[in-house]
Each structure stands twice: as C-alpha cells, then as structure tokens.
C-alpha cells in the first residue's frame, strides 16, 4: 500500500530523511517511532503529498506522489501533528465544513457524521464548541474529520501525544478499531511504550535513517535483549527462583515483591518451559506477564542511546 523508496529530503543544509526505504502492507498498523526531529513527521508529509521529496520515489496504492497527488487524498486521511481547532464552531458544524471540503453529497452528511461521531466516542458532544473541548475529545475529533471520507490510508502524526493515560488509552482503543475495519494505518510516537500493542509493525527511525522495520519480536531479537517475564507463584517464590536460576535459558532471575522476574537470554523466545518447570514441581502459578520496560531498551539499544 505503501512504497518509499531512497527518498531524501534537504531543508536547507540539513537532511531530513536520508535515502529512506521503507514498504507497508495493505492492513498494516505500523508505529512509526524516533526521538524528536527523526523524520517522522517530514516522512508523513511526503505521503500526503504536501512536501515534495529533494530525490527519491514515493507511492501510496500504487499512485505516485509526484503525479497523482489528487487521487491520493482522496485515499488518505492525514491527521498532522498540530490540529488547528477553529474558535466559534461546534463539533457538528466542524464536521459538516470538512464533509463539505470533500464534496460528499449534502444528503448523505448527516450519515456519514454521525458514524464517525459515533465511532469517535463523540456523539455526546455534537454540540458542543470544538475549543472548549479536552485535548483527548480534540484528538478524537481531529481523526473523526480525517475519517469522513472513509480513506483506506490513516496518516496520524503522534495522535497521543500531551494526552493524559486515561486519553491514551481511549485514543490506543480507537486505533484497535480502525486496524480491525481493515484500514492501513501509520502512527508515529516518539515512545516505543506507546504504540506496540496497537501495531503489527514497527519502524524506528533517527536522524532521518531508518534504523529498523519489520514486528515488534524481530525488533527484539536485532536489539539482542531477551524477553522478560514476571511469574507469580502461590507460594515458594524464593524456590522458584532458584530453580530457575539452574536453567541455561534463563539470563537473569530475580524476585520482586511477590513476583518471579526472568530475564531471558537473547535467542530464547520460548517462554513455556518456565511454566513447565515451576509447574512439574508443584508451584502454583497465579499469574504470567510479560514485562515491558525493557522495550525502551530496544529502542536504546536499536538507537545507540542517541535519544534527545
Ligand atoms: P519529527 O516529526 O520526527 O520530530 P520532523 O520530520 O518534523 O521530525 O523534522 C526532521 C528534521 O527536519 C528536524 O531536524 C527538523 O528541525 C527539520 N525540519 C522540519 N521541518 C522543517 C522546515 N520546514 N524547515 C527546516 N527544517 C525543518
Ligand atoms: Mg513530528
């Protein structure tokens, strides 16, 4: 759906994106993630035909971005980073101009609006004047009004970010939806945390290179860390330590709090002969988790630690 090909971009002196290449599946949601100033938003542009790239090939669906820029916006929504909310308007009428921007029938407005109201969590707030409204109800309503036109291609420029956790995960719960009707979407964060639920892959990009692409078990194994996971068990936890700690797979083994953490080594993706072992002893497991902190040690890892 998505082809990039050497695409580097000058402003000035600087180079903005540095002979990227990077391809996207129809149906994907990738998380487009990097620190500041990656690229991540210049990237989105060039898809959304607004900048035009210094060299390089881009196409969305197989139309070139150079040439079949019309066509193209009509098969992409792009929510740009900073959302400009219009003073005087109710979330209604702010909907009804962008129906109207993209000529959809006046019949069929309605609709149309109310689906997105709805599927936004909006519905309630119809009335309402868009700059009175939360950061998390302005983030929702900015997707709202690039899903108007029901575009096959979702562009979202940091959709969370300044939203608070409550926020995030409405918007993380919106994005599940739009990947479940099929759409192709491209999300960027600067937080790796962010987005991996939500995404079936992933691309990591830094000072205009990309440093990675491809799932989020891949980005794991070329960052070399190991999984991690928390193991509660019912009692004992200091002799489930220790048998873990006599097997080779297992890199590291600690108890914190009540809980068995296991630091696996790189190359071990299995995770059930933990609970085989505990389990052919006769633990008790009250509970499995994967630990996620460790993620921002593949982005460290994946990054050189040049995060700003
Ligand atoms: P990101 O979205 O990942 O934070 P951007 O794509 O916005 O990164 O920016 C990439 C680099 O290009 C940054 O160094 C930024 O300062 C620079 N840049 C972005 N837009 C412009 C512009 N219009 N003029 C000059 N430099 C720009
Ligand atoms: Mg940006």
């Given at each position: 759906?998505?082809?990039?090909?050497?695409?580097?971009?000058?402003?000035?002196?600087?180079?903005?994106?540095?002979?990227?290449?990077?391809?996207?599946?129809?149906?994907?949601?990738?998380?487009?993630?990097?620190?500041?100033?990656?690229?991540?938003?210049?990237?989105?542009?060039?898809?959304?035909?607004?900048?035009?790239?210094?060299?390089?090939?881009?196409?969305?669906?197989?139309?070139?971005?150079?040439?079949?820029?019309?066509?193209?916006?009509?098969?992409?929504?792009?929510?740009?980073?900073?959302?400009?909310?219009?003073?005087?308007?109710?979330?209604?009428?702010?909907?009804?101009?962008?129906?109207?921007?993209?000529?959809?029938?006046?019949?069929?407005?309605?609709?149309?609006?109310?689906?997105?109201?709805?599927?936004?969590?909006?519905?309630?707030?119809?009335?309402?004047?868009?700059?009175?409204?939360?950061?998390?109800?302005?983030?929702?309503?900015?997707?709202?009004?690039?899903?108007?036109?029901?575009?096959?291609?979702?562009?979202?420029?940091?959709?969370?970010?300044?939203?608070?956790?409550?926020?995030?995960?409405?918007?993380?719960?919106?994005?599940?939806?739009?990947?479940?009707?099929?759409?192709?979407?491209?999300?960027?964060?600067?937080?790796?945390?962010?987005?991996?639920?939500?995404?079936?892959?992933?691309g990591i990009i830094e000072r205009?290179?990309?440093?990675?692409?491809?799932?989020?078990?891949?980005?794991?194994?070329?960052?070399?860390?190991?999984r991690r996971v928390a193991i509660?068990?019912?009692?004992?936890?200091?002799?489930?330590?220790?048998?873990?700690?006599?097997?080779?797979?297992?890199?590291?083994v600690t108890v914190e709090k009540?809980?068995?953490?296991?630091?696996?080594?790189?190359?071990?993706?299995?995770?059930?002969?933990?609970?085989?072992?505990?389990?052919?002893?006769?633990?008790?497991?009250?509970?499995?988790?994967?630990?996620?902190?460790?993620?921002?040690?593949?982005?460290?890892?994946?990054?050189?630690?040049?995060?700003?």
């Amino acid at each position: 759906m998505i082809d990039i090909r050497d695409v580097t971009v000058r402003y000035g002196s600087l180079v903005a994106l540095d002979k990227l290449t990077l391809h996207i599946a129809r149906g994907e949601a990738f998380g487009y993630i990097g620190p500041n100033g990656a690229g991540k938003s210049t990237t989105m542009k060039i898809l959304a035909c607004l900048l035009r790239a210094t060299s390089g090939e881009a196409s969305v669906g197989g139309l070139d971005v150079r040439k079949e820029a019309e066509q193209i916006r009509r098969m992409i929504g792009y929510m740009p980073d900073f959302l400009g909310v219009y003073d005087d308007l109710t979330v209604d009428e702010y909907l009804q101009f962008f129906a109207a921007a993209f000529s959809t029938p006046r019949r069929e407005r309605r609709k149309l609006i109310d689906g997105v109201l709805d599927l936004t969590d909006l519905t309630e707030k119809r009335h309402e004047l868009v700059d009175g409204l939360s950061r998390g109800m302005q983030q929702r309503l900015g997707i709202a009004r690039v899903l108007i036109h029901d575009p096959a291609v979702l562009l979202l420029d940091e959709p969370a970010s300044g939203l608070d956790p409550r926020a995030r995960i409405e918007m993380r719960e919106l994005l599940l939806e739009l990947r479940n009707m099929g759409k192709t979407i491209i999300v960027s964060s600067h937080i790796l945390s962010e987005l991996h639920e939500m995404c079936s892959s992933i691309g990591i990009i830094e000072r205009g290179r990309l440093l990675f692409a491809g799932t989020l078990e891949d980005a794991f194994m070329q960052a070399d860390v190991g999984r991690r996971v928390a193991i509660r068990v019912e009692s004992g936890v200091d002799r489930a330590m220790a048998l873990l700690q006599e097997d080779e797979r297992c890199a590291e083994v600690t108890v914190e709090k009540s809980d068995v953490v296991v630091q696996l080594h790189p190359d071990e993706r299995s995770v059930h002969f933990l609970l085989e072992r505990l389990m052919g002893q006769g633990f008790h497991i009250e509970g499995f988790t994967a630990r996620e902190e460790k993620l921002e040690d593949v982005f460290l890892r994946l990054t050189q630690g040049k995060v700003q």
